[in-house]
């Protein structure tokens, strides 16, 4: 890759070369295409050189080069420019297979998880509905044995202390498969969330591949050179 943008660079400095012969090249031009991520200064009283710098942004390495020639800080611009692009989609290359190994290990242990929660749900709605059948027939007997003589009343009020102790157990129950129910929608969520930031990486890496400038890049650049 080295050789690729030093080849490259030298290229351009032969065009630039032979451009200046038949007119002043369009170096500034170049420079308004590369003004978003790098900082030119033109040669000064003090200073007869040309200036480029890095403008100061988060993962990027700083960069500067001076040169009496304008042509040069430009096309060593342009080849950091690319080296960083290039470096930015290796990072993501292997991001990427790292995420959906991730992302495949987190989908089989929620499916687990899902399938147990489940069968949970499945079995505490049974239970549910069993103890609404033995609320019911318990206090239909209460009511039944309070119409009975003084003798019954003791057993009427062990059944009624049945029913309060089965609405006890139905309230934990219910509790339980709310909290179930919660536990699987935040699963279901962190799933989404998984699936969305491995397509943004995913996109990313498309753009950067479809910005980043090719070998024949180099040859459309240098004929906009006026």
Same mark, same amino acid.
């Given at each position: ?82 080296? #960083? ?5 290796? +990072? @993501?290359?292997?991001?990427?297979? /790292? *995420?959906?190994?991730?992302?495949? %290990? ?86 989404? #969330? ?5 397509? +943004? @990486?995913?996109?990313?890496?498309? /753009? *950067?591949?479809?910005?980043?400038? %090719? ?12």
């Amino acid at each position: 890759m080295a050789v690729f943008i030093v080849f490259a660079c030298l290229a351009f400095m032969g065009i630039a070369a032979a451009v200046t012969i038949a007119g002043r090249p369009n170096w500034d031009g170049e420079e308004d295409k590369l003004a978003g991520d790098f900082i030119f200064e033109a040669p000064s009283e003090g200073n007869p050189s040309w200036k480029v710098t890095s403008r100061q942004k988060p993962g990027v390495e700083d960069f500067s080069k001076s040169s009496k020639v304008h042509a040069d800080v430009v096309l060593a611009a342009r080849a950091h420019l690319i080296t #960083q692009q290039e470096k930015k989609i290796e +990072r @993501l290359d292997e991001e990427i297979p /790292q *995420l959906e190994s991730r992302l495949t %290990k987190a989908r089989e242990l929620i499916e687990i998880d899902v399938k147990a929660m489940q069968q949970r749900e499945d079995e505490l709605e049974v239970q549910i509905d069993a103890l609404v059948v033995s609320i019911k027939q318990v206090g239909e007997e209460g009511i039944k044995v309070t119409q009975d003589a003084q003798k019954v009343r003791v057993e009427a009020e062990l059944r009624r202390q049945d029913v309060f102790r089965l609405r006890d157990q139905l309230q934990e129950l219910q509790t339980d498969l709310y909290q179930i129910r919660e536990q699987k929608k935040k699963l279901h969520d962190y799933l989404v #969330q998984m699936n969305g930031v491995l397509a +943004r @990486l995913q996109r990313r890496n498309a /753009q *950067l591949k479809k910005t980043t400038p %090719k070998s024949n890049d180099y040859d459309s650049d240098s004929g906009a050179v006026q």
